[in-house]
């Protein structure tokens, strides 16, 4: 399959968002009946909900049971 020069732009840009939604809205027959305002919009919005995921993990910040899980020192009784 032939990559679309405009997916390599995106993912050259750090628009990967924008690149998913444009692989997932080209793969759609009724998304060709969109106007290019919708199909911008409909690719911003691919790109912020991936940014705003990407932020919500990072704020999390390590998962609570790798530390329990993390047993490399000796646990320190009284």
Do not use: Y
Request: glycine share 6%.
């Amino acid at each position: 399959m032939l990559t679309h020069p405009t997916l390599d732009l995106l993912h050259s840009l750090g628009l990967h968002g924008m690149a998913k939604g444009f692989k997932d809205l080209d793969a759609q027959s009724e998304a060709r009946s969109l106007e290019h305002a919708e199909w911008l919009a409909l690719l911003l919005e691919h790109e912020k909900t991936l940014r705003q995921q990407k932020l919500r993990r990072s704020r999390r910040g390590p998962n609570p049971r790798w530390i329990l899980m993390d047993r490399r020192e000796p646990v320190k009784r009284p």
